[in-house]
């Protein structure tokens, strides 16, 4: 068991926060376009600066609700949201657009595109290597009720974390779903490298 630290040198979002980040999150909606390219945010908003103006708005997409749930149930209510390192197109009228489209699940061979719950924060820049490759900052976990705390912490943690640390923290964060009512099953988790990618509960 690894003692966990805290996390305000790793996420900058306090959990008595969460209120009034809740009430900065604005509903992005979808500008499609048959050049838009999966996981390609930064190129799609370049493209759209240069095919008609305006700028980039760095912030977080607000993107799956957990844990997984394996059934069908509804209670109790998720613990946590995922937060990922995101841009969108601001137009010269100042509005923001969702210029990248999404996966379909089950079906990487398609895409979508569909409006974003989104977070603007100008310190979330992108650390950019080259016109066609860039460095997100890490996965932010952000609780919606207290009992999703101490999950969220942990998942940041693993979030940042590699190899067994990594996955003891997965671990602990799993076993923590218990307290709230969960049924933990399993972790699932993709990695790139030394880097870890998106992390998943699973729970009944």
């Known amino acids: 068991m690894i003692a966990v630290d805290p996390i305000s ?17 604005i509903s992005v909606s979808a500008y499609p376009w048959a050049e838009g390219r999966v996981g390609k945010c930064y190129i799609n908003v370049k493209e759209m600066i240069r095919r008609h103006g305006g ?10 609700f957990g844990p997984i749930r394996r059934s069908s149930r509804h209670d109790p209510p998720p613990l946590y949201r995922r937060w990922i390192n995101h841009v969108v197109w601001q137009d010269h009228d100042g509005r923001l657009w969702e210029v990248t489209p999404i996966a379909v699940i ?22 950019i290597v080259s016109d066609e490759e860039w460095l997100t900052r890490p996965s932010r976990y952000v609780a919606l009720r207290p009992e999703g705390v101490s999950v969220a912490r942990l ?9 067994d ?40």
Request: glycine share 10%.
């Open 106 to 127: 089950d079906d990487h061979s398609q895409s979508t595109f569909t409006s974003t719950d989104f977070l603007p924060d100008s310190q979330a820049t992108f650390d």
């Open 55 to 64: 700028g980039l708005c760095y912030g977080w997409a607000l993107t799956d």
């Open 155 to 163: 998942l940041t943690h693993a979030q940042h974390a590699t190899g």
């Open 9 to 25: 040198d790793i996420n900058p979002f306090r959990q008595d926060e969460c209120g009034s980040l809740q009430a900065g999150i």
């Open 165 to 204: 640390i990594r996955n003891s923290y997965l671990q602990q964060a799993l076993e923590a779903l218990r307290p709230a009512g969960f049924q933990p099953r399993e972790w699932k988790g993709e990695f790139i490298g030394e880097r870890t990618g998106s992390l998943w509960l699973i729970a009944d």
